[in-house]
């Protein structure tokens, strides 16, 4: 279904699809059937310029652009404790691809305006997905524009494009010497990009899917608005789909090898222009990972989603 769903929105039918993969990466199983009501999800993710609307209209300050609490970090140097964001940094050459703080930096002052830190800025980035938002952003966003964060099975389900159980968002086979299908990484991660990889990219820049979605294959990775299990909830029925599915309760998304940290954990989806398939292949529909709350990067923006009217 392709039918426009208002300014920047596509409708997407009502539908039971097959959520979650067996054969890529372990939190991404077990692949089980969902069944989802009709909504409608923005065609791109929110831009630069959508952005600094929002912020231009109520004042709003990024996570980002605040100062840190340090009971919330304990023993982090106070430099750290500056308003700022995590950035990343090309690395010399090849590195050990274990250890990701090599090519992570925190950067005072980097935040949404300022995607490399100081010094940065976005004039010419308009078209470009916001980053450095952190979930309590987004979520500002989307209440201030009338709609709201999708679920990590809204946020599958549209971006699978109509292609139940395919591995990517345009089909099975991998992106191999034809046209360019999305910006993830090309080139030998971390530290050397092929010609026009290795950052963010204009918004609708790559083919859409099946249901007419740019970018839900790299770019940006998106926040959605469930917490995190390291599991899909395995079946419960052999009969029936769980229906609009939400993940677990707050408490749940701890990272446990973290405990030091409590802060809570959403999915984001769909990868960025960082996912290398020697390293991060998750720029599919399947793929998922944990991001604490507080915390915005220069590869994490998102869109939003409206519900759809029963028809009358």
């Known amino acids: 279904m392709r039918t426009s769903a208002g300014a920047g929105l596509r409708a997407i039918a009502a539908q039971t699809f097959t959520m979650g993969s067996d054969e890529h990466y ?13 909504f409608a999800i923005e065609v791109t993710p929110v831009t630069n310029a959508g952005f600094g609307r929002f912020v231009a209209a109520t004042g709003y300050v990024t996570v980002a652009e605040r100062p840190l609490d340090p009971a919330d970090f304990p023993g982090a140097p106070a430099a750290n404790l500056q308003p700022g964001s995590l950035v990343f940094t090309p690395t010399a050459g090849p590195v050990d691809l274990r250890h990701l703080s ?25 078209d470009h997905p916001v980053v450095h938002v952190a979930f309590e952003d987004a979520q500002a966003y989307a209440r201030w ?46 530290w050397r990009p092929e010609n026009g990889y290795g950052r963010t990219s204009p918004v609708g820049s ?11 294959a790299g770019n940006v990775w998106e926040w959605t608005a469930d917490w995190y299990s390291d599991r899909h909830p395995a079946a419960t029925s052999t009969c029936c789909a769980p229906r ?24 984001i989806k769909g990868g960025s222009f960082l996912c290398a398939d020697n390293y991060c292949l998750r720029y599919r529909p399947a793929a998922r990972r944990p991001q604490m709350v507080d915390t915005g990067m220069s590869h ?13």
């Open 26 to 38: 372990p939190e991404e199983a077990p692949a089980h059937p969902v069944t989802l009501d009709a």
């Open 102 to 126: 090599q090519w992570w930096t925190w950067t005072p002052g980097a935040c949404w305006r300022s995607p490399e830190g100081p010094g940065s800025g976005i004039a010419d980035r308009g």
């Open 145 to 190: 524009s009338g709609r709201a964060l999708p679920s990590e099975a809204q946020w599958e389900a549209a971006a699978r494009g109509g292609l139940d159980s395919a591995r990517y968002t345009w089909g099975n086979d991998p992106e191999s010497g034809g046209p360019a299908r999305a910006n993830y990484w090309h080139g030998d991660f971390p």
């Open 206 to 216: 790559y083919p859409c899917n099946g249901y007419g979605l740019f970018d839900m």
């Open 244 to 267: 609009n599915p939400r993940g677990p309760h707050a408490a749940g998304s701890f990272d446990p090898r973290q405990p030091q940290f409590r802060i809570p954990r959403k999915v």
């Open 300 to 312: 994490l923006g998102f869109r939003c989603v409206d519900r759809l009217k029963p028809p009358e």
